[in-house]
């Protein structure tokens, strides 16, 4: 298994990813008109894939934005601006890969990325995403209450936000 930065040789692999994620687990919520524009976000300040034998498997990207409602819960519970903030989004992996540890090193991964980077490392969930919810709690991060989230005229999504954890002090 490998993980490395996402070029763009790897975007088509990363969409067919995405569909089956949506597939499986409703994520994202509906499929967009353009999927690859889903993956490759004008925002992203990295990305990631973990490959093996040549397969994508799984995907994680680190953006500077998300809802102004997700940017405004985070900003508040951690006192700092969201120009400060990092958020890890576009977390895939596939169905026959989970519970490998994918997830949680594409999590760790990017988080240590925004974390270099000076930003506090944050994420948004929407709440009937249960096993993405236990594996964020897993891993430690901390939730910092649930938003709603509106994304034109007809997209509502209830979400809660999880603010990365604390680096052990010393």
Do not use: N
């Not at 999927?35 to 093996?52: G, K, N, S």
């Not at 519970?99 to 009937?128: F, K, M, N, Q």
């Not at 034109?152 to 979400?159: A, I, Q, S």
């Amino acid at each position: 298994m490998l993980t490395r930065e996402r070029v763009d040789a790897d975007l088509d692999a990363c969409v067919r990813l995405a569909r089956m994620t949506h597939e499986l687990d409703r994520y994202p919520m509906s499929l967009p008109d353009d999927l690859r524009r889903f993956i490759e976000v004008p925002d992203a300040l990295a990305a990631w894939v973990t490959e093996l034998d040549g397969e994508i498997i799984g995907h994680v990207a680190l953006r500077s934005h998300s809802s102004a409602a997700v940017l405004a819960r985070a900003s508040e519970a951690l006192k700092v601006p969201p120009d400060r903030l990092g958020v890890i989004a576009r977390l895939l992996v596939s169905s026959q890969h989970r519970r490998h540890g994918i997830g949680r090193s594409l999590l760790e991964l990017a988080c240590g990325d925004a974390r270099a980077r000076g930003l506090w490392p944050i994420l948004d969930v929407v709440t009937y995403q249960h096993a993405a919810i236990a594996l964020y709690d897993k891993c430690g991060w901390v939730r910092a209450g649930q938003v709603t989230s509106r994304f034109g005229d007809d997209v509502v999504l209830e979400e809660f936000v999880y603010l990365g954890p604390r680096l052990p002090a010393g």
